[in-house]
T-cell receptor, first 116, second 115 residues
Framework: DTEVTQTPKHLVMGMTNKKSLKCEQH?????MYWYKQKAKKPPELMFV???????INESVPSRFSPECPNSSLLNLHLHALQPEDSALYLC???????????????FGPGTRLTVT | AQSVAQPEDQVNVAEGNPLTVKCTYS??????LFWYVQYPNRGLQFLLK??????LVKGSYGFEAEFNKSQTSFHLKKPSALVSDSALYFC?????????????FGTGTRLKVLA
C-alpha cells in the first residue's frame, strides 16, 4: 500500500472557525510533511515530523498547528485563518527523515481549503 | 544556494511524439534530483530520482531522465507521449546546504499532449 490519505477533500471555513486536516499513511514511513500549494505554483514546505517529533517548522504562523499523534497520523489544526491561507494543503510521507537518505516522498491528494 | 530551474512554463507535443521537459540545477556537491507529476486537483506523484551511478534513470509510466553533470541538467523524457501524460511536472533537488534537506522545487512545467 503506497497511499497517503487526506480528509476532508474540501473545506470551507470562516476566519473565526477552528478546523483540522487529517493525514494517514500505513507504509511504515518515519517522516511526514505538510505542504501548502497555491494554484500553478510548487508546493511550499510548512512542517516536517521525523519519528513523530517536529523537526522542521518553516516559520509558519501560529494559526497553523501541527500534531503527530502516532507514526501513521498527522493533523494540521487551523484557527483564525486569513483569506490568503486559501490553498491546497498536501500531506506527504517518506521512508526516512530528510537528510537520512535520498528518499522520495509520497503525497496525498490534498485538502482544498477556502477561507471566507 | 541550491536551485533548480524549469525554463519552460508549458510544453506542447503531439500524441505519439517524443517529449522532453527540461530541468537545470545549481547545487554544491553531488545532487539528489527528483521528478514529480501532478494531475489536476491531485497530489504530486513520484516519477524517478537520480542519486548516483548510471546517468539514464528509468521511472514510472515509461518516463526516463538523463543526468548530465557537465550541463547541470536533468531532463525528463518519454519516447512516445500519451494524452494522459498531460499534467504539471516538477523537478526538485534535495537541499543539502541549509541543514533541512528539504526539496527545492522548480516552478513547474505544464505538459499538454495533443491528440
Amino acid at each position: 500500500d503506497t497511499e497517503v490519505t487526506q480528509t476532508p477533500k474540501h473545506l470551507v471555513m470562516g476566519m473565526t472557525n477552528k478546523k483540522s486536516l487529517k493525514c494517514e499513511q500505513h507504509m511504515g514511513h518515519r517522516a511526514m510533511y505538510w505542504y501548502k500549494q497555491k494554484a500553478k505554483k510548487p508546493p511550499e514546505l510548512m512542517f516536517v515530523y521525523s519519528y513523530e517529533k517536529l523537526s522542521i517548522n518553516e516559520s509558519v504562523p501560529s494559526r497553523f498547528s501541527p500534531e503527530c499523534p502516532n507514526s501513521s497520523l498527522l493533523n494540521l489544526h487551523l484557527h483564525a485563518l486569513q483569506p490568503e491561507d486559501s490553498a491546497l494543503y498536501l500531506c506527504a510521507s517518506s521512508q526516512g527523515p530528510p537528510g537520512s537518505g535520498p528518499y522520495e516522498q509520497y503525497f496525498g491528494p490534498g485538502t482544498r481549503l477556502t477561507v471566507t | 544556494a541550491q536551485s533548480v530551474a524549469q525554463p519552460e512554463d508549458q510544453v506542447n507535443v503531439a500524441e505519439g511524439n517524443p517529449l522532453t521537459v527540461k530541468c537545470t540545477y545549481s547545487v554544491s556537491g553531488n545532487p539528489y534530483l527528483f521528478w514529480y507529476v501532478q494531475y489536476p486537483n491531485r497530489g504530486l506523484q513520484f516519477l524517478l530520482k537520480y542519486i548516483t551511478g548510471d546517468n539514464l534513470v528509468k521511472g514510472s509510466y515509461g518516463f526516463e531522465a538523463e543526468f548530465n553533470k557537465s550541463q547541470t541538467s536533468f531532463h525528463l523524457k518519454k519516447p512516445s507521449a500519451l494524452v494522459s501524460d498531460s499534467a504539471l511536472y516538477f523537478c526538485a533537488v534535495r537541499d543539502i546546504t541549509s541543514g533541512t534537506y528539504k526539496y527545492i522545487f522548480g516552478t513547474g512545467t505544464r505538459l499538454k499532449v495533443l491528440a
